[in-house]
């Protein structure tokens, strides 16, 4: 019988409510347009702020699996059966009712197709995490190999956001949704790409930095807070660039960004 822990396992529970009252606010969203009532937005809106939950949630049963030397093969199991749900289904399912409630019936298809496409490849980037994860049980890890599925849905709910965000006076998103069904498909290719990115799993409360350091990063955490409807996007966009600019970056900088040590030189990536 394997052993179930209680808090990691209660935040994995907590990313598939999440991910639950998301898929739930974008049915109703889409039953309020398809009724022509002007209250769909704030349902669409609302399942955004659950997929972002969602996020915070699996950021935090990891760091509470870790801290207390409780990772688990069932909590890696679980996890990934939550995240299918919050950042596979509920993503693609959003963007298919928000980009093609306009569209014509013959072509709505189309939509269907690239929200498929992109659960499949975030089903495929999970289950290959899991399986590598297995083969290297005991291994340090420090980094994901593709885009993780989380950051893919945290992407795609920030930018649906700040669209919606832009647009709401209009109580419309604009004509830039169009390149939402775009970034599926490439988020997609990304997220079952080889390209490497941090998991920052070394960064904790022992983190050690300098006091201007420290001061800055309480700065750009504040006005993140106070700006996030916006700032989001861009913390999403830059982690997904990084990976693309990361084999380029001189060793010293990236082992300060990503709080690396040359104690464990020859982590494995999951």
């Not at 808090?7 to 898929?23: D, E, R, S, V």
């Not at 990934?80 to 509920?90: E, Q, R, T, V, Y």
């Not at 490849?121 to 590598?132: D, E, H, I, P, T």
């Not at 050690?208 to 006005?223: E, G, K, N």
Request: proline letters at 5%; glycine letters at 8%.
């Amino acid at each position: 019988m394997p052993r179930v822990y209680l808090l990691p396992n209660l935040m994995t529970a907590g990313n598939l409510f999440c991910g639950f009252m998301a898929t739930i606010q974008i049915i109703a969203g889409s039953l309020e347009q398809q009724a022509g009532s002007s209250v769909w937005i704030r349902h669409y809106e609302t399942s955004l702020k659950f997929i972002l939950g969602a996020f915070i949630f699996d950021m935090l049963d990891g760091r509470l699996a870790r801290l207390g030397g409780r990772e688990s093969a069932f909590g890696r199991e679980f996890d990934s059966l939550a995240d299918l749900i919050s950042f596979g289904l509920a993503p693609a399912l959003l963007v298919v009712k928000i980009i093609l409630a306009d569209f014509p019936p013959s072509y709505r298809w189309v939509g269907g197709v690239v929200a498929f496409v992109y659960l499949v490849a975030g089903a495929m980037r999970l289950a290959r995490f899991n399986l590598v994860a297995a083969q290297n049980e005991g291994m340090a890890t420090k980094d994901f190999v593709g885009f993780p599925i989380p950051a893919a849905a945290g992407l795609v709910a920030s930018i649906t956001l700040f669209l919606l965000t832009l647009y709401e006076n209009d109580r419309e998103p604009g004509r830039w949704r169009y390149a939402l069904p775009f970034l599926l498909v490439f988020l997609s290719f990304m997220m079952y790409s080889r390209i490497a990115y941090p998991s920052f799993k070394s960064i904790d409360w022992h983190s050690r930095r300098s006091i201007p350091q420290v001061l800055v990063t309480a700065i750009l955490l504040i006005l993140l807070v106070k700006t996030w409807r916006y700032s989001l996007a861009w913390v999403f966009i830059a982690y997904l660039i990084y990976g693309f600019v990361r084999p380029f970056i001189s060793k010293r900088i990236r082992e300060g960004i990503e709080e690396e040590t040359s104690e464990d030189p020859s982590a494995e990536r999951p």
